[in-house]
């Protein structure tokens, strides 16, 4: 099967590229070695299918694959949560700055009108 | 008694400049101005306006809860709602604010369908809209009024002090049903005009937009 030489040159691709961001600190070693756990498992799960197909059955899902692919959408429904109630906080604290800023340069033109004034 | 006129303004050059020469003798005028492209800044200033400006587009919400702020600061007694576009009557403001006055209620509300005046009438899908709202919100927030969506409001220093606007944008006018109701404020509503002309209807919200508001309402009391 080609896709499993793919997926493994494709893993292998994403493990270096992890390695090079942690180099340069754009990621901390929790999220590297939780990140190349992962793709360790999907180049096991590609080249080993047999052990995926067991697992997958003993949760009572057919395929591997089947049961690869179910379990990526819920991750992947979990993260778009997480993401979404990122952003709503990034919303709430963009509007905080954006208040005092307003406030803030309120305050400095009455100060300066009131000192023209005296 | 110190009463605040809040106007939150978002490129309203072609009204804003009538609508605070009309309110400034019933209190001091804050012009909230949300990022406007326009000269609504300059024109608020020159109708001797006080001016707030958001550096970056907050929504109507955002801007009404700065300038209340900015009123709080400023020993505010009693805090009015006003719309920049010209749909609400200036006249009607002593009417508004008179229950507060006289220590009767903490919030008033403004209410189009309370008034008998039927010069200007208000579109029919806008109308529609607008009843299924009030039946929606009697459900979801338990506050009975005429008029969920308007922007005609008074508040007294209590109730401003209490009621934090946290949604941005339009469905800030739900929030703070909610929030009276969540504070145990007094309320009554008060008939008001509503001026339906072809600028106002044109800036003013797609009626469809409280598919928006929908989601923002539940957006926020999901993700927070």
């Known amino acids: ?118 | 008694m110190n009463i605040f006129i809040i106007i939150p303004a978002y490129n309203e050059e072609k009204m804003i400049e009538s609508v605070v020469n009309e309110v400034k003798k019933f209190g001091r005028v804050v012009v909230v101005n949300d990022d406007s492209s326009d000269s609504t800044n300059e024109i608020a200033q020159e109708a001797g306006a006080a001016v707030l400006s958001h550096i970056v587009n907050r929504g109507q919400g955002a801007a009404l809860q700065t300038g209340m702020n900015y009123a709080l600061e400023n020993n505010a007694d009693v805090v009015i709602h006003f719309d920049a576009d010209g749909q609400h009557c200036a006249q009607d403001i002593e009417r508004l604010i008179e229950p507060i006055l006289l220590d009767e209620v903490d919030v008033v509300l403004g209410s189009r369908f309370l008034c008998k005046i039927t010069n200007y009438k208000i579109p029919f899908l806008r109308y529609l809209i607008l009843k299924v709202g009030v039946v929606f919100t009697r459900f979801i927030s338990g506050i009975n009024v005429t008029d969920t969506h308007n922007g005609f409001r008074a508040l007294s220093r209590k109730a401003a002090e209490k009621i934090q606007i946290s949604q941005d944008r339009m469905a800030h006018a739900s929030e703070i049903l909610d929030e009276v109701v969540k504070n145990n404020l007094t309320y009554k509503e008060v008939a008001v005009q509503v001026k339906y002309t072809s600028y106002s209807k044109k800036k003013g919200q797609n009626s469809l937009n409280f598919i928006n508001i929908l989601k923002e309402l539940i957006t926020g009391k999901v993700l927070r």
């Open chain 1, 1 to 118: 099967m080609l896709i499993k030489y793919i997926i493994t040159i494709f893993a292998l691709f994403v493990i270096y590229r992890a390695g090079v961001r942690l180099k340069n600190k754009d990621i901390s070693k929790g999220e590297y070695f939780l990140w190349i756990f992962f793709w360790l498992l999907v180049i096991i799960a590609t080249l080993i299918p047999k052990n995926l197909d067991q697992i997958a059955q003993f949760v009572g899902v057919e395929r591997g694959a089947d049961l690869a692919v179910y379990l990526s959408i819920i991750v992947i429904f979990y993260l778009i949560f997480k993401i979404l109630v990122r952003l709503e906080k990034n919303d709430r604290e963009i509007t905080t700055v954006v208040r005092k800023i307003a406030l803030n340069n309120k305050e400095e033109n009455n100060e300066k009108s009131s000192r023209r004034n005296d």
